[in-house]
């Protein structure tokens, strides 16, 4: 089939590879022009990994293309995906203004019937205005499609080509058997392909993410409780995880979750129920919980050392969560105000993220070259995000680089008996305090 797939976002690149790789011809549009030549000379521009391997494949195979030229990749797909920005506005909900303006311009250049997907998460409804928006120009018969994806970055690839499930929200068979079409290859073990109407499938979306992100901040409360009465997070973990009806994934606690989903989408379907004079009582709590979360983190730290003026931290992980180079609300830059608002210096080390903090803080912290640089004469370390290579660290070299040997860790990710073993001062979430 012939697709085009508008925006080169994160989401966007991962589908349009995604959907080249099974044998499609995909044309990928961004209004970027620097993005698009960077792309077109073989550069992935974000971190994913398995994306590059199936990029430069089908780039080579020359079934994946990119353009600015909006007009030529449409007039040749069947099928268009809207993969663009929502980002939240000043009272958090999402600004639809590029799905909608996209949407105008592809009313003046569709000559023939298209199915135009809007694959960015939005808000319910989003579906008729893109149909309204699209009609305003239309003169050919054209269907929308509100197909939201539920890619968790790290595993984005994975995630697509072997999907739970594909939610798509239509009333149209034609194009119903469209996108049923498209996506049998990558259901063939056996997962569904759901169909139901747009709107049921937008809140979908929605539904998915705020109950995720309530499991997390649940979980931080039984932390925080822990804490207060001698249990240990990771024993209660365990013992409700295997509960079957519960589930043991999105029960590890930590200083909150961040991203670009959990919190915009949260938020936004928080506004929703608003509009319609709901009042959300849970997401309320679950946005309250997952802001405080960091604070009470931070808080451990100024009991140890109530005056940071003058002390050196070190900071293990920059992204919001590993295997991803995504900063978007993530704990650490949260982390880093506090330090640096309290006279603190700040050294830090990231494996794939540090570019981008480059870019917010310039040289107000310092960006190590690895992880035991960044402790060096650090009076502390603190670890926010938990990367696979922090987990097995050499302990002797990292008590030489570090003034004392203190860790005050918002992962879990070391045990508190090898921590007593390796005699550190060791603080994490929801469980005792290694002395």
């Not at 960091?294 to 003026?309: E, V």
């Not at 900063?327 to 993220?353: F, K, M, T």
């Not at 921590?419 to 001062?425: E, I, K, P, R």
């Amino acid at each position: 089939m012939k697709i085009a797939v508008i925006g080169t976002g994160y989401v966007g690149l991962v589908t349009g590879t995604c959907f080249a790789e099974t044998g499609n011809d995909v044309t990928c549009v961004d209004i970027n022009s620097a993005k698009v030549d960077m792309l077109n000379r073989g550069e992935v521009p974000i971190f994913e990994p398995g994306l590059e391997v199936l990029f430069h494949r089908n780039t080579e195979k020359k079934r994946l293309h990119f353009t600015t030229d909006l007009a030529a990749a449409v007039s040749q797909a069947t099928i268009i995906f809207l993969a663009l920005p929502t980002p939240p506005g000043a009272d958090g909900a999402a600004d639809l203004s590029y799905v909608l303006g996209v949407a105008e311009e592809l009313g003046k250049i569709i000559t023939e019937y298209k199915v135009i997907v809007d694959k960015s998460t939005v808000p319910v409804g989003t579906a008729d205005k893109v149909h309204a928006a699209v009609a305003k120009n239309a003169k050919v018969e054209f269907d929308i499609v509100s197909n939201p994806e539920f890619l968790r970055e790290g595993v984005a690839v994975e995630d697509f080509l072997k999907p739970d499930r594909v939610v798509i929200g239509t009333s149209s068979e034609k194009a119903t058997k469209l996108m049923e079409h498209l996506y049998e290859p990558f259901v063939r073990q056996g997962n569904p392909i759901i169909f139901m109407d747009e709107r049921s499938a937008e809140m979908t979306k929605y539904a998915a993410n705020a109950f995720l992100a309530t499991k997390i901040s649940f979980m931080n409360e039984i932390a925080n409780l822990c804490e207060r009465t001698g249990a240990n997070v990771d024993m209660v973990r365990k013992g409700i995880g295997t509960d079957t009806r519960i589930g043991n994934r999105f029960l590890f606690p930590g200083v909150g979750y961040g991203g670009s989903c959990f919190p915009k989408d949260v938020q936004a379907l928080f506004l929703t129920a608003n509009e319609v004079t709901y009042n959300f009582r849970i997401l309320d709590a679950v946005m309250q919980v997952n802001s405080l979360q960091r604070a009470i983190f931070f808080d451990k730290i100024k009991l140890k050392y109530p005056d940071l003026k003058g002390m050196k931290a070190a900071v293990w992980g920059l992204a919001f969560k590993p295997n991803t180079d995504d900063i978007r609300e993530a704990p650490a830059l949260y982390l880093i105000d506090q330090l640096l608002a309290n006279g603190c210096e700040v050294s830090a080390y990231d494996p794939e993220a540090m570019a981008h903090v480059k870019q917010i803080y310039g040289d107000k912290i310092t960006l190590a070259e690895e992880a035991y640089a960044a402790c060096l004469d650090a009076d502390f370390l603190i670890i926010a995000t938990e990367w696979a290579e922090f987990r097995s660290p050499d302990f002797e070299q990292l008590s030489s680089n570090l003034k004392a040997k203190v860790i005050f860790d918002g992962r879990n990710i070391f045990s508190l008996d090898e921590m007593a073993v390796a005699g550190f001062y060791y603080e994490s979430i929801g469980r005792s305090i290694v002395k």
